[in-house]
């Protein structure tokens, strides 16, 4: 077995999860979120392991706008080495956006295309509850 890891550190804005409007402020006409400190997330980290029948990507952090495409170069990767099953562990993930959830829709629909298979280990409670808010739960093949 083989085992990488691949980190990156997005900058993300304090309004992400909170739900903040990030219009322009009514007495200075600057953005919003300009007027808040920006808040960086946990680092994303990217574990690879290669097995004989399948490599697993297990994500840590946050699978967002800043970390999306290094989710789709590593599984691409894989797919391209010659594994027809790729697991998509989403255990360590602590926030998901909708360029995430975009990604990996995009990995899956492309693996079917393909004759492969994209599996996903469910995310905690939190960030899973995008899949059920988004109706793409039935889209995936999950692994418990």
């Known amino acids: ?14 309004a992400d999860d909170c739900g ?4 322009a402020s009514a007495q200075t006409g600057t953005p919003r979120a300009a007027l808040r400190p920006r808040l960086p997330g946990p ?8 097995a004989p029948r399948e490599a ?4 840590s952090g946050e699978l967002d706008l800043g970390s999306a495409e290094v989710l789709e170069r590593e599984v691409q990767a894989l797919r391209r080495a ?14 998901l956006d909708s360029t995430g959830l ?3 829709i ?10 492969q298979r994209l599996v996903v280990v469910p995310a905690p409670g939190r960030v899973e509850r995008i899949f059920d808010l988004t ?3 039935g889209l995936f093949d999950w692994r418990d």
């Not at 077995?1 to 304090?14: E, I, W």
């Not at 903040?20 to 219009?23: D, Q």
């Not at 680092?43 to 290669?50: A, E, L, Q, S, T």
């Not at 990995?107 to 004759?115: F, I, K, P, V, Y």
């Open 56 to 59: 697993v990507v297990a994500l």
């Open 135 to 137: 109706a793409t739960r």
């Open 106 to 115: 995009s990995l899956r629909n492309a693996a079917e295309r393909d004759g």
């Open 43 to 50: 680092p994303f980290g990217v574990g690879i392991v290669r």
């Open 102 to 104: 975009r990604t990996l």
């Open 20 to 23: 903040v409007s990030t219009g």
């Open 1 to 14: 077995m083989l085992h990488r890891a691949v980190g990156l550190k997005p900058d993300r804005d304090a």
């Open 82 to 95: 010659g594994f027809d099953r790729v697991v998509v562990d989403l255990r360590g993930v602590e926030f």
